[in-house]
């Protein structure tokens, strides 16, 4: 006879809370839910225009393309890809990184690559195996909201430099770097997105370049570089990858599909010096055994056998049309006093406001208004970025993009229209007359 | 019974009215109670007609399911709903309007000045920003006029700084309130029925001299419940509470948010529809009374056909 299941209790009470709570790690208090989370809930709800989000546009991935592999899955090697697969990643999908790693000038042994699920765990693996509490680690100020949480739940000391138009300022990193050498310390790895920046959307330029991989090999520093946009270029000449510049020695490589072909495979990479990648699938092995083995039949032969330079091309045109909406849409409609950037790739525009205003509070109010952003702040750790916001404009059609940055720029002007009244200074009461775009390709009002 | 508990909506409190949500349809459902989640969209009303409920549970927090909005749907549709009624709630939302209550029926609440924005914006109500700040004192405490959470919430310190603070007030709501700030312990009562539950205490976790912003945010705070006070000081806060929570009309339950300064208490705000989620005070203070979550539950649901 089956045993009788426990009876299901109503609901968790604060004595469970609190019985939970001794058996949490410590490292989880650094994960908390908070008040501004809470309220991007809203952006859920369908009639809100998310601009926050940082999302390819799958809806133009040709339905025959994808049915026929998922035929060919079916007809010759179903029985495997519904089966467990090796931790580094199944040897096809590894070729054919290789590959695409190719057409950014980059030269890789299919063997150096591990497959993870999706970039974000190629974050998570490499800080897991490198950073122990209180260790410090490097990023670009704003850098991507999503790294934050997973440096934080390794209790990594982070430390951001800041970035202008051409990437991270390498002078800063110099003097951070020889400070903490000062202490007796050193970052454990340097971490960066060199190319069509997220948040920032700002590529470091080729000098920089340069010189962040002579720091790394003369500090015997890891830099991490995460290349999710890198082929998604709207105008200029590509530059040479870290990883390309350095032969891989210093330079850990991340890499993703989510943004060149889907982020619902989940299939993202690592390329790294041996030491570090045994430990990195040893990582993963714990982690999560393999990454999904259908959707890595799928991808590697989508990408051997597929079109996908044509769809990556396409995937380009339809976001430098929409970048050139948003652009032009932030030019009519915020406030005098805004800038922004003109990124040449990528996903994201990162625009800020005349520092009275604070795009926390501005969110409040553009979210009652049916339109989300991401606030400066989730871009820091620091509370730096308050005056700036992320906005994406890959996932979002042109009509909505204008609609949205149309509500924006409403309640932005409102507010400063407000601020003006109340510090009795005029300088802000009308709005800006458009201005060119000037060398550095910055957008201002 | 047929519930249907209506969650999310559109306010900003929109997450933590799913996670209320959430909470109290588990525990209906596990009370064997045939539960229909509805969350606030042009189908509303053909939803509730078609399911016609016994009771709807009310977990909307905020603008629109606080403020009597749902409250008065439900009455013209002639569903039974828990929580306070129509009046009552908007009475609770508008902070402003709730102290008036509070003054004319002789409760304290700290002083205050109101500010529209657009008083400021077409009546030149800046230029009386000095005289507000004598009216109130520094430091002051900015706050929306009708936000259920602690959004938009700033301590002002200086004068200069008053501007960026109804900035950020008025991001959230058209009006926005000045109150004095009044140093003491921090204080929720919750009313279940007539009766109050124990005091839960909020223990800021940063001591900072100047960082009162911190005591507002999620985290920025332990709770203790129930709160250790003198029995007479206890026993007064919970006068005051009741008294506040007939003086708007609560009835079914709602929460009292209390300062306990050397003067006495001072009352801040009463919500509506206060949060239900596994970290909120209403059921941890139910929980201190023996009112386990369950228990609480259907307490609120009997309260709500006893009102209908």
Same mark, same amino acid.
């Given at each position: 006879?089956?045993?009788?299941?426990?009876?299901?209790r109503p609901g968790t009470r604060s004595k469970d809370l609190e019985r939970y709570a001794s058996l949490f790690?410590?490292?989880t208090?650094?994960m908390r839910s908070?008040?501004?989370r809470d309220?991007?809930?809203?952006?859920?709800? #369908?009639?809100?225009?998310?601009?926050?989000?940082?999302?390819?546009?799958?809806?133009?991935?040709?339905?025959?393309?994808?049915?026929?592999?998922?035929?060919?899955?079916?007809?010759?090697?179903?029985?495997? %890809?519904?089966?467990?697969?090796?931790?580094?990643?199944?040897?096809?999908?590894?070729?054919?990184?290789?590959?695409?790693?190719?057409?950014?000038?980059?030269?890789?042994?299919?063997?150096?690559?591990?497959?993870?699920?999706?970039?974000?765990?190629?974050?998570?693996?490499?800080?897991?195996?490198?950073?122990?509490?209180?260790?410090?680690?490097?990023?670009?100020?704003?850098?991507?909201?999503?790294?934050?949480?997973?440096? !934080?739940?390794?209790?990594?000391?982070?430390?951001?430099?800041?970035?202008?138009?051409?990437?991270?300022?390498?002078?800063?990193?110099?003097?951070?770097?020889?400070?903490?050498?000062?202490?007796?310390?050193?970052?454990?790895?340097?971490?960066?997105?060199?190319?069509?920046?997220?948040?920032?959307?700002?590529?470091?330029?080729?000098?920089?370049?340069?010189?962040?991989?002579?720091?790394?090999?003369?500090?015997?520093?890891?830099?991490?570089?995460?290349?999710?946009?890198?082929?998604?270029?709207?105008?200029?000449?590509?530059?040479?990858?870290?990883?390309?510049?350095?032969?891989?020695?210093?330079?850990?490589?991340?890499?993703?599909?989510?943004?060149?072909?889907?982020?619902?495979?989940?299939? /993202?990479?690592?390329?790294?010096?041996?030491?570090?990648?045994?430990?990195?699938?040893?990582?993963?092995?714990?982690?999560?055994? !393999?990454?999904?083995?259908?959707?890595?039949?799928?991808?590697?032969?989508?990408?051997?056998?597929?079109?996908?330079?044509?769809?990556?091309?396409?995937?380009?045109?339809?976001?430098?049309?929409?970048?050139?909406?948003?652009?032009?849409?932030?030019?009519?409609?915020?406030?005098?006093?805004?800038?922004?950037?003109?990124?040449?790739?990528?996903?994201?525009?990162?625009?800020?406001?005349?520092?009275?205003?604070?795009?926390?509070?501005?969110?409040?109010?553009?979210?009652?208004?049916?339109?989300?952003?991401?606030?400066?702040?989730?871009?820091?750790?620091? /509370?730096?970025?308050?005056?700036?916001?992320?906005?994406?404009?890959?996932?979002?059609?042109?009509?909505?993009?204008?609609?949205?940055?149309?509500?924006?720029?409403?309640?932005?002007?409102?507010?400063?229209?407000?601020?003006?009244?109340?510090?009795?200074?005029?300088?802000?009461?009308?709005?800006?007359? *458009?201005? $060119?775009?000037?060398?550095?390709?910055?957008?201002?009002? | 019974?047929?519930?249907?508990v209506?969650q $999310?909506?559109?306010?900003?409190e929109?997450g933590v009215s799913l996670r209320s949500g959430a909470r109290v349809s588990e525990t209906l459902?596990g009370?064997?109670?045939?539960?229909?989640?509805?969350?606030? &969209?042009?189908?509303?009303?053909?939803?509730?007609?078609?399911?016609?409920?016994?009771?709807?549970?009310?977990a909307?927090h905020?603008?629109?399911?606080?403020?009597?909005?749902?409250?008065?749907?439900?009455?013209?549709?002639?569903?039974?709903?828990?929580? *306070?009624?129509?009046?009552?709630?908007?009475? !609770?939302?508008?902070?402003?309007?709730?102290?008036?209550?509070?003054?004319?029926? $002789?409760?304290?609440?700290?002083?205050?000045?109101?500010?529209?924005?657009?008083?400021?914006?077409?009546?030149?109500?800046?230029?009386?920003?000095?005289?507000?700040?004598?009216?109130?004192?520094?430091?002051?405490?900015?706050?929306?006029?009708?936000?259920?959470s602690?959004?938009?919430?700033?301590?002002?310190?200086?004068?200069?700084?008053? #501007?960026?603070?109804?900035?950020?007030?008025?991001?959230?709501?058209?009006?926005?309130?000045?109150?004095?700030?009044?140093?003491?312990?921090?204080?929720?009562?919750s009313?279940?029925?007539?009766?109050?539950?124990?005091?839960v205490?909020?223990?800021?976790? %940063? &001591?900072?001299?100047?960082?009162?912003?911190?005591?507002?945010?999620i985290g920025?705070a332990d709770f203790?419940c *129930?709160?250790?006070?003198?029995?007479?000081?206890?026993?007064?806060?919970?006068?005051?509470?009741?008294?506040?929570?007939?003086?708007?009309?609560?009835?079914?339950?709602?929460r009292?948010?209390?300062?306990?300064?050397?003067?006495?208490?001072?009352?801040?705000?009463?919500? %509506?529809?206060p949060g239900l989620t596994d970290t909120s005070l209403l059921p941890q203070a139910a929980e201190a009374?023996?009112i386990p979550f369950d228990?609480l539950v259907?307490?609120?649901?009997?309260?709500?056909?006893?009102? &209908?």
């Amino acid at each position: 006879m089956a045993a009788q299941p426990a009876p299901r209790r109503p609901g968790t009470r604060s004595k469970d809370l609190e019985r939970y709570a001794s058996l949490f790690a410590k490292r989880t208090r650094v994960m908390r839910s908070s008040a501004m989370r809470d309220m991007m809930e809203i952006t859920a709800r #369908p009639e809100v225009i998310s601009l926050a989000g940082g999302l390819p546009d799958t809806s133009t991935f040709p339905p025959e393309a994808f049915a026929a592999e998922m035929d060919r899955i079916t007809r010759t090697s179903l029985a495997e %890809a519904l089966q467990y697969g090796p931790t580094e990643g199944v040897d096809l999908v590894r070729e054919q990184i290789a590959q695409v790693m190719a057409a950014e000038g980059m030269d890789v042994d299919p063997r150096e690559v591990t497959v993870t699920t999706g970039g974000q765990q190629a974050i998570d693996l490499i800080t897991k195996v490198l950073i122990d509490p209180g260790d410090v680690l490097i990023c670009d100020a704003p850098t991507y909201p999503g790294a934050i949480p997973t440096f !934080c739940s390794y209790e990594a000391d982070i430390r951001q430099i800041e970035c202008d138009g051409d990437g991270m300022r390498i002078d800063l990193l110099e003097e951070t770097i020889a400070s903490l050498a000062a202490e007796g310390r050193k970052p454990k790895f340097i971490y960066s997105i060199p190319t069509f920046q997220n948040p920032g959307g700002v590529t470091l330029s080729l000098e920089r370049r340069r010189r962040l991989v002579e720091l790394a090999a003369e500090h015997e520093i890891l830099v991490v570089e995460d290349n999710p946009y890198g082929l998604l270029r709207f105008e200029g000449d590509p530059l040479p990858t870290l990883h390309s510049l350095d032969g891989g020695n210093y330079v850990v490589y991340l890499g993703t599909f989510s943004k060149i072909l889907s982020a619902g495979l989940r299939i /993202g990479w690592v390329v790294s010096p041996r030491p570090i990648r045994e430990k990195i699938v040893l990582g993963k092995g714990a982690s999560d055994l !393999c990454t999904s083995t259908l959707t890595q039949d799928f991808a590697g032969h989508y990408f051997r056998d597929g079109n996908w330079r044509e769809y990556v091309d396409d995937l380009a045109g339809i976001y430098r049309t929409r970048r050139d909406t948003m652009i032009a849409a932030m030019s009519e409609h915020f406030p005098h006093g805004a800038s922004w950037n003109k990124p040449t790739g990528g996903l994201f525009v990162w625009a800020t406001m005349p520092d009275v205003l604070n795009t926390e509070d501005l969110l409040a109010k553009a979210l009652l208004k049916g339109v989300a952003f991401v606030p400066g702040t989730a871009a820091y750790v620091d /509370g730096r970025g308050a005056s700036s916001m992320r906005l994406n404009f890959s996932g979002v059609k042109e009509d909505e993009i204008i609609e949205g940055i149309r509500r924006i720029g409403a309640v932005a002007r409102e507010q400063l229209q407000l601020y003006e009244t109340m510090t009795n200074t005029n300088e802000m009461r009308l709005p800006g007359r *458009p201005r $060119g775009e000037d060398e550095s390709g910055e957008g201002s009002r | 019974m047929r519930v249907a508990v209506l969650q $999310g909506g559109r306010s900003l409190e929109r997450g933590v009215s799913l996670r209320s949500g959430a909470r109290v349809s588990e525990t209906l459902a596990g009370l064997g109670h045939q539960v229909d989640e509805l969350d606030l &969209s042009a189908d509303l009303v053909s939803r509730l007609e078609a399911n016609r409920p016994d009771v709807a549970f009310i977990a909307l927090h905020g603008t629109e399911g606080e403020d009597g909005t749902i409250q008065s749907l439900l009455e013209l549709l002639g569903i039974p709903y828990t929580g *306070p009624r129509v009046a009552a709630c908007q009475r !609770c939302m508008d902070k402003v309007l709730a102290k008036y209550v509070l003054r004319e029926n $002789g409760l304290p609440t700290p002083d205050w000045v109101t500010y529209s924005e657009a008083a400021i914006r077409d009546f030149g109500a800046a230029s009386t920003f000095g005289r507000a700040i004598e009216r109130v004192g520094l430091p002051l405490v900015a706050k929306p006029a009708s936000q259920g959470s602690s959004l938009g919430i700033k301590v002002v310190t200086e004068a200069e700084r008053l #501007p960026d603070a109804l900035i950020t007030a008025l991001s959230y709501d058209s009006r926005a309130l000045l109150e004095r700030w009044v140093p003491g312990r921090e204080l929720s009562v919750s009313v279940l029925g007539d009766r109050s539950l124990p005091i839960v205490e909020a223990i800021p976790t %940063a &001591s900072h001299s100047f960082d009162f912003e911190a005591r507002y945010e999620i985290g920025g705070a332990d709770f203790i419940c *129930p709160a250790e006070l003198p029995a007479e000081r206890a026993e007064e806060v919970h006068r005051v509470a009741l008294a506040a929570y007939s003086a708007l009309h609560c009835s079914g339950f709602a929460r009292v948010d209390v300062i306990l300064a050397d003067e006495g208490p001072q009352i801040l705000e009463v919500n %509506a529809v206060p949060g239900l989620t596994d970290t909120s005070l209403l059921p941890q203070a139910a929980e201190a009374e023996g009112i386990p979550f369950d228990e609480l539950v259907e307490r609120l649901l009997e309260l709500a056909l006893e009102a &209908s």
